[in-house]
């Protein structure tokens, strides 16, 4: 049986891994994997109606205000809530009273004045760190960088070193902010993904339309999806015809052209016509939904030098104090020099803390997951990204990824007394309503180029294939050479890199046109440090 919870009062990537472990070497449990930066511990194994409480008792003897609660059953926060004072208050009022006990101690010659403003900085900076050592300490649970800080600020005093003292704990407040944006950018990144989710749509009822929301879409529900609209289900076009944006899932920057019986994924983005779609998923169960939980999940695949250094911070904090204290006694009885080896020793606590060892290692990782999920790139956990190095050889889709995605004219050939100008007017004009986008290039390129199209008789879109017309009373077919053989038409030899649009008349071939991307200017740079 595997259950997700959500872990709240969590701030000690330290402590997490303490807790995962501790949940993992429960009876019955299989394997426990914390996910710190969405604060969301995952346990697979028996797990009963004692479970929950017997996890909570092991979490809070690390750190007493940890709550394990079922993901599903998360409360919405109080209408009253306590209000905190925020983090940047002490932070900003320590640094006051730090630099006011600097300044007295420079200009004057009030030292005690100077160390009771050094002691109120320090308190004001310093609170939260001393209780919380001094709870870990009752609960037999000192090894983490509380400890440390406090044991080492304190040391820092004792030997005289009161800006010292006052200095190491400002920065390792002014590190928890960086670390707390650190997490919530992370976060955040993993999270943004589930904007491509849409929370309404136009659903048919009893013969009209009705703003209803996603998660009420079933299976056989007729959706409107109108130009701009973001898909809110997978389904497949019931009625009408439009061009897509499907960027957003399969990253392809080329808008698709889809008709009647053609399956569309949500997430993707309607561009022009309003169409009806018949929905084959509810949203939970749409690809853009399956996406932002592969993204979610894959940050709680762990690689191999993360679950060394979970394994390792075990032990880290232990040995940190052991050598700190060898190393305040040893040097100190052979050469006297206890105010020396004693500074060196809180010194080497300090520049210890485990909190940044543990939490490193997993928040790159994740971040990468998240950032690569902002640019289309799925990740199926850390492990994945562990293997990159060992990477070899790397197959890239062209369209879009080497190059722009942008088509372009780039060579006209004509036959027997046509000109360019007349291949590319005919051309344009029997390709007008066609919302392909080799159709779209040759209608651009003569806008551009100030060569006139004229609309013709009649116009059929053959699928697959190109365009039939009737321009001035003359049969037009332009398309590719499977259009040709279909008609009968020989193809000539042309051999350059591109689309190729054949335009042939009276059955003959009258010119070809040639369609090309372009190649990104980014793209020979990443090869280059590809390899």
Request: hydrophobic share 45%.
């Amino acid at each position: 049986m595997k259950k997700v919870y959500t872990i709240e009062n969590l701030d000690c990537a330290h402590c997490g891994a303490k807790i995962e472990g501790l949940i993992a070497d429960m009876q019955g449990i299989e394997s426990a994997v914390l996910n710190f930066p969405l604060k969301k511990l995952t346990v697979t194994g028996d797990i009963n109606e004692d479970t929950l409480e017997l996890m909570n008792d092991l979490a809070q003897a690390v750190e007493n205000e940890v709550k394990i609660i079922p993901f599903e059953e998360t409360p919405p926060a109080p209408a009253e809530e306590k209000k905190e004072i925020p983090e940047y208050v002490p932070l900003i009022a320590g640094t006051i009273l730090f630099i006011i006990a600097l300044l007295i101690q420079k200009l004057t010659d009030m030292n005690i004045l100077s160390l009771i403003v050094f002691i109120g900085a320090y308190l004001v900076l310093g609170f939260n760190v001393i209780t919380s050592a001094v709870k870990n300490i009752f609960s037999k649970n000192f090894f983490d960088e509380n400890t440390l800080m406090t044991v080492a600020t304190i040391g820092a005093f004792v030997l005289g070193d009161y800006a010292e003292a006052v200095g190491v704990v400002l920065f390792f407040r002014i590190g928890e902010l960086f670390e707390d944006y650190a997490v919530s950018q992370s976060r955040k990144a993993i999270t943004d993904i589930s904007s491509l989710k849409t929370d309404f749509a136009d659903v048919l009822k009893d013969g009209e339309f009705v703003r209803t929301p996603a998660e009420n879409i079933k299976i056989g529900d007729i959706l409107r999806i109108k130009a701009g609209e973001r898909i809110a289900v997978d389904g497949i076009v019931n009625n009408g015809e439009s061009r897509i944006d499907t960027s957003a899932i399969n990253g392809e920057p080329v808008p698709l052209t889809v008709r009647t019986g053609d399956e569309i994924l949500s997430g993707c983005i309607n561009l022009s016509e309003t169409f009806e779609l018949r929905a084959t998923a509810t949203a939970e169960n749409s690809m853009i939904s399956k996406i932002a939980e592969a993204v979610e999940n894959a940050s709680f695949s762990k690689p191999k030098i993360d679950r060394f250094i979970t394994k390792f911070s075990k032990i880290y904090t232990p040995i940190v104090l052991v050598t700190a204290l060898l190393t305040a006694i040893i040097p100190s009885i052979i050469t006297s020099d206890w105010h020396k080896w004693v500074y060196s020793a809180l010194t080497f606590l300090v520049i210890s803390c485990p909190c940044a060892l543990v939490l490193s290692v997993p928040l790159a990782y994740f971040s990468g997951i998240g950032v690569a999920s902002k640019f289309g790139i799925l990740f199926k956990g850390g492990s994945a990204i562990e293997v990159l190095a060992k990477v070899k050889n790397i197959a890239f889709d062209k369209t879009g990824t080497l190059t722009n995605g942008n088509f372009t004219v780039t060579d006209v050939k004509t036959f027997g007394n046509m000109t360019k100008e007349n291949l590319l007017e005919i051309c344009a004009s029997c390709e007008q309503t066609s919302t392909h986008p080799v159709a779209e290039s040759i209608i651009k390129y003569c806008e551009e180029n100030s060569i006139n199209i004229t609309s013709p008789e009649k116009i059929t879109e053959l699928a697959g294939r190109g365009i039939s017309a009737t321009l001035n009373g003359k049969k037009i077919l332009c398309g590719n050479e499977r259009l040709m053989k279909e008609n009968n038409i020989t193809v000539p030899d042309y051999n350059i890199n591109g689309s190729i649009v054949y335009v042939a008349t009276e059955g003959m071939v009258k010119g070809i046109i040639t369609v090309s991307d372009t190649i990104k200017k980014t793209s020979v740079k990443t090869i280059s440090q590809l390899k």
